[in-house]
T-cell receptor, first 114, second 112 residues
């Protein structure tokens, strides 16, 4: 069974600092990996989607990388801002067919201190 | 563009009362639809998914049921709520061809 781990569970950084969030998964037979942001009491917002054939994706100050062979992904946030404070979740979709093939980590709660 | 709606946004219900949460998707057709529950301090748990009208698959045995009466409508129900049904319920969709998943704003359910 696929297990997705996110470390650290919580992170506090001063405004302006660059930071990296980590996601690891046990089964490398993935179709894609998706990073989400969740604000308190809100739904999940999709940030980046990396297909298994890709190494990285970028959107603005965000850059996500994927190393499928080692079962790792990182989300790099440049020049962090207080508005980046949220919980960040990664999820991997397996190659197997079927709707129940998306596995979530438990998230990293990020606080950016002004 | 696609939009997903959930209502109500918050709900407080007594134990033993019925439940009906609704999710609708706009701007796409024949989506796969999902209901998740997110309990405090825990990850997302997939409850139900549907690949088409009237087609429902359940992931875990539970007190809840789901229905899909229309292509872009997904309903989560219960006849009698339990305390353990409290949580944050999220509806999601993805197209069958492009495997990116999108979530609704969620419903916070508190069972007293």
């Amino acid at each position: 069974k696929q297990e997705v781990t996110q470390i650290p569970a919580a992170l506090s950084v001063p405004e302006g600092e660059n930071l990296v969030l980590n996601c690891s998964f046990t089964d490398s037979a993935i179709y894609n990996l998706q990073w989400f942001r969740q604000d308190p009491g809100k739904g999940l917002t999709s940030l980046l989607l990396i297909q298994s054939s890709q190494r990285e994706q970028t959107s603005g100050r965000l850059n996500a990388s994927l190393d499928k062979s080692s079962g790792r992904s990182t989300l790099y946030i440049a020049a962090s801002q207080p508005g980046d404070s949220a919980t960040y979740l990664c999820a991997v979709r397996l190659l197997q067919t079927g709707a129940n093939n998306l596995f979530f980590g438990t998230g990293t709660r990020l606080t950016v201190i002004p | 563009s696609q939009t997903i709606h959930q209502w109500p946004a918050t709900l407080v219900q007594p134990v033993g009362s019925p439940l009906s949460l609704e999710c609708t998707v706009e701007g796409t057709s024949n989506p796969n639809l999902y209901w998740y529950r997110q309990a405090a301090g825990r990850g997302l748990q997939l409850l139900f998914y549907s690949v088409g009208i009237g087609q429902i698959s359940s992931e875990v045995p539970q007190n809840l049921s789901a229905s899909r009466p229309q292509d872009r409508q997904f309903i989560l129900s219960s006849k009698k709520l339990l305390l353990s049904d409290s949580g944050f319920y999220l509806c999601a969709w993805r197209t069958a061809s492009y495997n990116e998943q999108f979530f609704g704003p969620g419903t916070r359910l508190t069972v007293l």
